[in-house]
């Protein structure tokens, strides 16, 4: 039995029974804050359960359809906590059935209560959505059973079992009162204070699972495994109506009482290991992993966000229930040419199918080479690099588009995005991956580590806008001293950078969408460093009698900075500000058993967050003109840990 900060909204409890070769049993409930931050404003009053109004004598500028009108938000704005509580229990039981049989079950039951944030709008044209950012309820509950009968011999193993999740949402629609005045292009009577908004939270939900394992020696150098899942993925919540608002003019009704969602799942995987040599190893992996998404197709002539009349019918929307097919297969040959030493080199091919998107199939050619030394008895080496180029069929930018209309309603030739546009993940791309590790122990009580890692990924080719390209490379030293049996420092130093770059092209109708002066581009860069070392002493006053006495600290610093460069073709730019990160903590302990059974433990730590954030950092609640916003710091703490705690052990 273990308990860990017991006094803390963070507190975790485990107990683990062990009746040796017959079962097992352990229990495992943790609490799990997450503070998002405190100082936020809004002045939303949450009225009943799901239903938010503005505070009472609420005033709008005659004539005012943005923030600038809000006369008197400064004294309606109260203050606003945001933070969630997760609580997961935990039970798993393993019962030996005889000499080759086990059965093992686990279920998890977990709940989330508290308060997130949650964007939503008014209207839906490119001039005259208004916005809102509010504090929405979260209740949640899901529970998650496993089962699995597992045989296992020398030979052969093999086992098949169940997994079955059920979401519940306590919340399932949440409302709001619209803070602004009438904005052309809403229907009559969208302002404040007779209209409002509705927003459909996340539905009940559930998926139930079927999978095997099984494994088998052919010989003794030759070895097939093999596993496989069936799932089925279902959502019946009823469908709220198109709008909230009785003045606005229904003609068609929402085309289904519930949406019916239903997704089958399948995934299987083979793997087939030889000793085809006594020197010569070959690894064989497949993968398929198929999502068939059978949720009907309708139309939905829809309103446009609780401020428009619903348009005619033939002008509605078809849903688009997105499938998946994907094939993956590699397979790589290893080369023992010293006692410790190989060279290894592979080919992986990939097959990506999708429907309802702008591209149907992609295809993804690697090759991949390394070498691990080991020699030598002080040190070690591996180097790995590995070299992918993907190929997508044709990409239809506006096939999303099209297959969202009804026939006839939209042009061929008509878009949303960008023609030239690109989607990172369904575009071509050329990537070159490097790895290497090298340990050195120089004597028997020092020992030295370096890592290095280096990535790039090429986009599209020229005369493309989306990201064309993206680099990460990493440093890492890592270095040990003992220079006692009970002493050891240890330490480490990583550093990080990630480099990006995209460009797209502003336009509103045919002559800005070409038009290159409308071009813009966007270099980002991240850096990160990380110091940490670790000094702990073990039994200490042994040779005095002392039993279980240990003391130790550890220090982590890391400090991210993130710069993003936005220049034009034409337009006046300038870089954004600085984003920065920096996290100290630090822990000092110290332990001692008072027993054959039991020890004690203190603790003292220390964390510190400094952060600035110009998308946070003195921007009120009024600051656009368009979007009213919860006014909060970017996250800034300086908090300290005292513990103690014993520990018995059964």
Do not use: C
């Not at 683990?16 to 409930?29: A, E, I, L």
């Amino acid at each position: 039995l273990q308990g860990w900060r017991l006094g803390l909204d963070s507190r975790r409890i485990a107990y683990d029974y062990n009746d040796q070769g017959k079962q097992k049993f352990s229990f495992d409930y943790r609490s799990m804050p997450n503070n998002r931050f405190n100082d936020g404003m809004t002045p939303y009053r949450e009225q009943q359960a799901g239903l938010w109004n503005l505070a009472e004598g609420w005033q709008v500028a005659p004539g005012s359809s943005n923030t600038l009108g809000f006369a008197n938000l400064q004294e309606s704005l109260v203050n606003l906590k945001v933070d969630t509580k997760r609580q997961r229990v935990d039970l798993a039981y393993d019962r030996k059935l005889g000499a080759a049989w086990t059965l093992d079950v686990d279920w998890k039951h977990e709940t989330k209560d508290g308060v997130r944030t949650l964007g939503s709008i008014f209207g839906s044209a490119a001039s005259n959505p208004r916005s809102v950012i509010l504090p929405a309820p979260v209740d949640w509950t899901t529970d998650i059973v496993e089962a699995m009968f597992r045989f296992a011999n020398s030979r052969a193993q093999f086992g098949a079992g169940f997994y079955a999740s059920f979401f519940s949402n306590e919340e399932s629609t949440f409302r709001f009162q619209n803070a602004y005045g009438y904005r052309n292009g809403w229907a009559p009577g969208v302002e404040y204070p007779d209209s409002y908004g509705r927003v459909a939270l996340e539905p009940d939900n559930s998926y139930l699972q079927f999978k095997a394992y099984g494994g088998m020696n052919f010989t003794p150098s030759t070895r097939l495994t093999a596993d496989f899942s069936y799932g089925k993925m279902e959502q019946d919540e009823a469908l709220l109506p198109y709008t909230v608002n009785p003045n606005l003019v229904v003609h068609t009704p929402v085309p289904l009482q519930s949406l019916n969602a239903e997704v089958n799942t399948t995934m299987l995987n083979l793997r087939l290991t030889s000793q085809l040599a006594r020197r010569l190893g070959l690894a064989v992996n497949y993968h398929y992993d198929d999502r068939d998404n059978k949720t009907p197709r309708e139309v939905y002539p829809y309103i446009g966000s609780d401020a428009q009349d619903q348009r005619r019918f033939e002008l509605g929307r078809i849903n688009l229930p997105y499938s998946y097919t994907k094939h993956r297969a590699d397979a790589v040959m290893t080369w023992r040419f010293a006692r410790s030493s190989r060279v290894k080199a592979g080919v992986e091919y990939s097959d990506y199918s999708r429907d309802y998107q702008e591209v149907s199939d992609s295809d993804e050619f690697t090759w991949l080479a390394g070498v691990l030394l080991r020699g030598w008895s002080q040190g070690s080496l591996n180097l790995d690099y590995r070299s992918s180029s993907r190929d997508v069929s044709e990409y239809v930018s506006n096939r999303p588009l099209l297959n969202s209309w009804l026939p006839g309603q939209v042009d061929e030739e008509d878009y949303a995005n960008h023609p030239l546009l690109r989607k990172y993940f369904l575009t071509d791309r050329d990537r070159d991956q490097y790895r290497l590790r090298a340990d050195f122990a120089p004597s028997t009580v020092v020992n030295l580590g370096f890592a290095a890692s280096y990535a790039e990924d090429d986009y599209n080719g020229s005369g493309y806008f989306g990201l064309n390209s993206a680099k990460v490379r990493s440093l890492s030293i890592d270095a040990g001293w003992h220079p006692q049996e009970h002493i050891a420092l240890t330490g480490f130093y990583t550093k990080e950078k990630y480099d990006a770059a995209q460009a797209a092209r502003a336009f509103f109708n045919e002559a800005s969408a070409n038009d290159p002066s409308n071009n813009w581009f966007v270099d980002s860069q991240d850096k990160v460093d990380t110091w940490h070392f670790a000094l702990t002493f073990s039994d200490l006053g042994a040779d005095r009698g002392w039993k279980g006495v240990d003391f130790g600290f550890d220090y982590t610093f890391s400090n991210t900075r993130s710069d993003i460069d936005v220049t034009a073709a034409t337009a006046y730019t300038a870089p954004l500000p600085q984003l920065q990160a920096r996290m100290r903590t630090f822990t000092l302990w110290g332990s001692a058993r008072v027993g054959d059974r039991s020890s004690i433990r203190l603790a003292a730590e220390s964390a510190e967050l400094s952060t600035r954030d110009w998308a946070l950092d003195g921007v009120a609640t009024d600051t656009l003109a368009n979007v009213l916003l919860l006014g909060e710091s970017a996250a800034n703490y300086d908090l300290w840990l005292i513990s103690a705690s014993w520990r018995y052990q059964f």
